[in-house]
């Protein structure tokens, strides 16, 4: 068997690829779902959520 070396730490950008509109748009609806459940158990929890849901936002809109 032939040995295979991958990078340690090596990450593909999400914003790169044909499915990457459709991903982005999943995860920005779990975050802010996410930040909705939160908002009643622990409020920073939920501010955390709503954040990174307004970066995805962000980056949506950059590819749009």
């Known amino acids: ?9 090596a990450v593909t950008p999400i914003t790169s690829g044909n499915q990457a509109v459709a991903v982005l748009e ?12 939160a908002a009643y ?3 920073s929890l939920g501010e955390f959520f709503k954040r990174k849901a ?3 936002k962000r980056v949506l809109e950059n590819l749009a």
Not at 1 to 9: D, I, L, R, T
Not at 26 to 37: C, G, L, S, T, V
């Open 54 to 56: 307004q970066g995805i």
């Open 26 to 37: 999943f995860r920005y609806q779990k975050f802010i779902e996410m930040a909705a459940d």
């Open 41 to 43: 158990i622990n409020t």
């Open 1 to 9: 068997m032939k040995n295979q070396y991958c990078k340690v730490g």
